[in-house]
């Protein structure tokens, strides 16, 4: 209990970008470990959160079926519906384009199974950020003459993740945040600036880059994958897979 | 009560005396942030008022019927052609259709009751109009600070955001936004104001002048609306020589 309300603690000063949470975590024996803890705790808060939001914005909206019946009903009152009428085939096509559309947003909708998700992602997408921006930010910073260790610099990066408090206004339906990826973006530059002692200027352009050499690799991962998942398809619709008349 | 109210007649009138002993003063962001939450969640609370009736009555027949007549009279100020086939029966029925698609929806059931699915939709969107303040507030301040440090400013982070925070003070006017005819004339007030106490905020964070602390806050919305006049003209440009070309 004390090790959670000391992270909150933490995390609370560290969102006002005071120098003295980073520095005194980069000053503790396990500053990486410490920065797992903290990490972990807000994660499975934000998690628990973003979960209640979803079953009352669940609770608070119509059944989806509802929606969809409610709709084809007045479609098919619509003067074009009489046009198309007179094409069955287009009908059966258009029909079958609808209810795929419909499906989707049964994925998309938030639905009390669909957010038990968000305890297993919300921690995964803050951990992978957190390691992944971590070490490209250590490794320009070291570039840039810093003089921290890595050690240090995955312990204050996870304090930069503090403006994830501001998930916990989600507890409510139809919240949208503004404002975190910018907070976030100073929380790493102080982070970055009491780890290495470095000045404005370098700590900003650890900051930037580490950001951009993160975009660009996802960038190329993406294009990879997109290559490799074309060029599948491409085989299996070649190599007979399918039948290409379906398609 | 009336310490309270001096700060605030302290930041409207842009008193220096109150600016520098706010930034005197202990934890000045964290201060700053509250005080600005406070405002907006006080700027915003017609939103709560407004939406909490809304959701309760839902999309009532004559919301319907209103939109149902602006439509017509916009109808008969600008003739619009439909598809192929469609007389202006068609459209205004099709039109119906869409309306009603709207009604039947809003009044679907929920799994919770009307008068508590209104209620906490309404704390959701009024959340969302006092939080989405801090998107700009930070967004702004990024690029200011970035300008203000390049021309020699002196402000350390924590404190520049701690010190602009309080441009919600004069946002508090925005209260009466749901007055007809002086809303939107409040609001504007509101907003000039608020830009004076930004500019004032920088002025004492940086230790400016005040003509440079002028030029230094505006500077990025001259850049903005630079870029928007070059993309409009550019854009204007191109259709202008499309349209020739077609001619």
């Not at chain 1, 957010?115 to 070291?142: D, E, Q, R, S, Y």
């Not at chain 1, 916990?168 to 907070?183: D, E, H, K, Y």
């Not at chain 2, 006080?42 to 319907?64: K, M, S, W």
């Not at chain 2, 259709?97 to 008068?115: K, Y």
Request: proline residues 4%.
């Amino acid at each position: 209990m004390q090790t959670i309300s000391e992270s909150f603690g933490i995390l609370w000063e560290a969102l006002f970008l005071q120098p003295q949470p980073y520095a005194a975590i980069r000053d503790r024996k396990n500053p990486a470990g410490k920065g797992f803890v903290i990490l972990i705790i807000l994660a499975l808060t934000v998690a628990l959160v973003s979960y209640i939001g979803t079953l009352l914005t669940w609770a608070t909206s119509p059944d989806l079926n509802a929606i969809q019946e409610t709709v084809l009903k007045h479609l098919q009152t619509m003067s074009w519906w009489e046009m198309m009428s007179a094409q069955p085939q287009a009908q059966v096509v258009w029909l079958q384009i609808w209810d795929s559309v419909w499906q989707v947003m049964r994925l998309l909708i938030p639905s009390p199974t669909s957010g038990l998700m968000g305890f297993i992602l919300t921690p995964l997408n803050l951990l992978i950020t957190w390691i992944v921006f971590g070490l490209v930010a250590h490794v320009m910073a070291k570039i840039f003459g810093g003089k921290g260790q890595l050690n240090q610099t995955l312990g204050t990066t996870a304090l930069a993740a503090a403006p994830q408090l501001l998930t916990l206004f989600t507890v409510f339906p139809l919240v949208s945040l503004a404002g975190i990826g910018v907070w976030t973006m100073l929380a790493r530059y102080m982070a970055i600036r009491v780890t290495h002692n470095l000045s404005w200027g370098r700590a900003l352009w650890v900051t930037l880059l580490s950001m951009l050499v993160i975009f660009l690799l996802l960038v190329v991962m993406f294009g990879v994958g997109a290559a490799v998942f074309s060029s599948m398809l491409s085989a299996a619709i070649s190599g007979g897979f399918f039948d290409a008349n379906s398609f | 009560m009336q310490t309270a109210f001096d700060f605030i007649r302290g930041v409207v009138t842009l008193d220096e005396q109150t600016y520098r002993d706010f930034l005197a003063s202990e934890n000045v962001m964290k201060r700053g942030f509250l005080i600005f939450l406070a405002c907006f969640f006080i700027a915003t609370f017609p939103v709560f008022g407004q939406t909490l009736i809304r959701n309760y009555q839902g999309f009532t027949a004559e919301d319907a019927l209103a939109i149902k007549d602006q439509y017509q009279s916009m109808l008969q100020m600008f003739p619009i052609s439909g598809a192929e086939g469609m007389s202006p029966e068609d459209m205004m029925g099709d039109f119906n259709a869409g309306i009603n698609i709207g009604v039947e929806i809003s009044n679907l059931p929920t799994p919770l009751p009307r008068p508590i699915m209104a209620f906490l939709q309404a704390v959701g969107t009024w959340i969302s109009a006092a939080i989405g303040n801090i998107g700009t507030w930070l967004g702004y301040g990024v690029i200011v600070l970035l300008f203000a440090k390049l021309a020699g400013g002196r402000g350390i982070l924590n404190l520049f955001f701690g010190l602009t925070a309080l441009v919600a003070v004069p946002n508090l006017l925005q209260i009466f936004s749901f007055l007809p005819f002086l809303g939107p004339v409040l609001i504007f007030v509101a907003f000039l104001w608020g830009a004076a106490v930004y500019i004032r905020a920088v002025q004492i964070s940086q230790e400016f002048s005040g003509g440079k602390a002028v030029v230094i806050s505006l500077l990025p919305l001259l850049i903005v609306l630079l870029i928007t006049a070059c993309t409009a003209s550019a854009a204007i440009g191109s259709l202008a020589s499309l349209i020739s070309q077609a001619q």
